[in-house]
């Protein structure tokens, strides 16, 4: 499990280890604490449908915390009007070039990523 500061204001956890009840480490736990029920609900669902958890991290300005996992969702859409999709980049989304899609938490502003494995960079 590596930490590492990502720019002033954002620290990630990589290696993360699904204990059952949360990630194994204390800032991975911190983080996801932070993350709203509406979110944790979704991710433990994609958790048992083996979804790999990718990276978790906190930005400190924003107050949010993004937790990442390694493919699309394995899982329905959320119906929960909580929660936004993109399926697309827009600013502040999170949805950057390999990613699939985003899921964010329109009230606190925290988000699940699920990249895309079949993207391939265009450089």
């Given at each position: 499990?590596?930490?590492?500061?990502?720019?002033?204001?954002?620290?990630?956890?990589?290696?993360?280890?699904?204990?059952?009840?949360?990630?194994?480490?204390?800032?991975?736990?911190?983080?996801?604490?932070?993350?709203?029920?509406?979110?944790?609900?979704?991710?433990?669902?994609?958790?048992?449908?083996?979804?790999?958890?990718?990276?978790?991290?906190?930005?400190?300005?924003?107050?949010?915390?993004?937790?990442?996992?390694?493919?699309?969702?394995?899982?329905?859409?959320?119906?929960?009007?909580?929660?936004?999709?993109?399926?697309?980049?827009a600013y502040g989304?999170?949805?950057?070039?390999?990613?699939?899609?985003?899921?964010?938490?329109?009230?606190?502003?925290?988000?699940?990523?699920?990249?895309?494995?079949?993207?391939?960079?265009?450089?």
């Open positions: 499990m590596g930490v590492q500061r990502l720019g002033r204001d954002t620290t990630s956890v990589d290696s993360l280890v699904w204990n059952g009840h949360g990630f194994d480490g204390a800032e991975a736990q911190s983080m996801w604490w932070q993350l709203p029920e509406t979110l944790k609900q979704v991710a433990i669902a994609e958790l048992q449908a083996g979804n790999i958890p990718e990276h978790i991290l906190r930005n400190d300005t924003r107050a949010i915390v993004l937790l990442a996992f390694q493919r699309r969702p394995m899982t329905p859409k959320p119906s929960a009007e909580v929660i936004r999709v993109h399926p697309s980049f989304n999170y949805c950057y070039d390999g990613t699939f899609c985003t899921y964010e938490d329109i009230e606190s502003g925290c988000f699940l990523a699920f990249d895309d494995p079949d993207y391939v960079d265009a450089l």
